[in-house]
């Protein structure tokens, strides 16, 4: 099995990451009924955008950091950032302190994945990229998908506030796991926090080698901020009693894809991957757009899953791939600032659409498509990369650190 080459580093970092978006994506079906009965039902799209608004600003620092201060020390800074919200939402009753709140937790996605990432570029040779990241992609998503199923379960045999406690558990349990495993920034980078390193210089923010993934990041990762706002009132007018039904459905396809094809893009190139899943995206937003029973409402999500388990992974190796090794950091918090404006002007576009009225639904997964369909253009025109490229560039070939090099 080659899966048993990944060293005991990797697979907790795997279990982390599976814990830490288990942890906020545990809300994500009660949070619109719960902004309603604050009296904020005009504001579903500011559920996503807020997050998003915060992890966006706060990605540059995170990069930086990785890159300075070290890769834990980022993780464990964003999974404590979700361990204090989950104990203070019970707490936020008004519509103004709940959105301030999700403004706040908007900083546990700026840190922990640009830290997750960045620690397992470092430990992975650069011809298992794309595996590594679809397997890291798989823990993540399994997550993702079981969070808004669980969180739909707790909330119906116990309480919203127990749904918030159990949130901020399994926050800090990822950062336990975190403190067992050993800093990969090499020693010559890596220097104390101080106040100083918070100021960015405008190269600091943005990595120009990673410009193009950023760009593709941004155009396909739109309409999950868009599904992720109307999705659990598409699941209710369309009669299905567990809103979580979609994602688990996007789940398993998606978990099937990365681990049947993990390596797709280490075969056979980054930018041909992209194409087909861009495509794949593409027809599973047709189908949202059109479709209208729950039979394909759900078909949908599985080619949803489908093209993300493809995307996903893809998108992070490239990435890496054209970083420099000194500022891994930067490249990774690039693509994420791109992934959280995709995201949040996917929610705030869906959400004032959407405005609350069902015949607007196939209007906001329209646009999800128009915007799709522009990265398939722009992929078209990106030259074809050679499967392997990566592996040869002079910048790739440091060696990953001694305790925690898989194989």
Request: glycine share 10%.
């Amino acid at each position: 099995m080659p899966f048993r080459s990944y060293s005991v580093g990797f697979w907790l970092m795997c279990l982390s990451s599976f814990l830490f978006f288990l942890s906020f994506n545990l809300l994500l079906p009660a949070l619109p009924d719960h902004l309603t009965q604050l009296g904020g039902a005009d504001y579903k799209g500011f559920i996503i955008a807020m997050f998003t608004l915060t992890a966006a600003i706060s990605r540059p620092f995170s990069g930086k950091l990785a890159d300075t201060v070290g890769r834990i020390p980022v993780m464990v800074f964003g999974s404590l950032v979700c361990v204090v919200c989950g104990l203070i939402y019970p707490w936020a009753l008004t519509v103004a302190g709940f959105l301030g709140l999700r403004l706040l937790h908007g900083f546990s996605t700026g840190f922990k994945p640009t830290g997750t990432a960045a620690f397992i570029a470092d430990i992975v040779p650069v011809e298992r990229r794309g595996e590594a990241m679809g397997l890291l992609g798989v823990t993540g998503t399994i997550g993702m998908a079981a969070g808004p199923a669980l969180g739909d379960w707790v909330v119906s045999h116990f309480s919203l506030n127990v749904l918030f406690y159990c949130s901020s558990a399994f926050a800090l349990v990822s950062v336990l796991v975190q403190g067992t495993l050993t800093e990969t920034l090499p020693p010559p980078q890596r220097q104390p926090f101080r106040w100083s390193l918070l100021r960015l210089r405008l190269e600091e923010i943005i990595e120009p080698r990673v410009l193009r993934p950023a760009l593709v990041t941004l155009l396909c990762l739109f309409p999950f901020g868009a599904v992720l706002t109307v999705v659990p009132d598409q699941s209710r007018l369309l009669g299905l009693t567990n809103r979580g039904l979609f994602y688990i459905a996007y789940t398993v396809s998606s978990l099937t894809v990365r681990l049947l094809a993990g390596r797709a893009s280490d075969r056979l190139g980054r930018v041909r991957v992209l194409r087909w899943s861009a495509a794949v995206l593409a027809g599973s937003l047709a189908l949202l757009t059109f479709g209208a029973t729950p039979a394909g409402f759900l078909g949908a999500a599985v080619v949803f899953g489908i093209g993300t388990g493809l995307n996903s992974p893809t998108l992070y190796a490239w990435t890496v791939d054209l970083s420099h090794p000194q500022y891994r950091g930067r490249a990774v918090a690039t693509m994420y600032v791109a992934l959280e404006v995709g995201i949040g002007l996917g929610a705030l576009l869906a959400g004032w659409v959407f405005d609350n009225q069902p015949a607007r639904l196939p209007l906001v997964h329209g646009l999800s498509l128009a915007v799709v369909l522009a990265a398939v253009a722009y992929l078209a025109l990106v030259p074809t990369d050679t499967p392997g490229a990566a592996a040869r560039q002079p910048a790739e070939q440091e060696p990953a650190p001694a305790a925690e090099q898989i194989v």
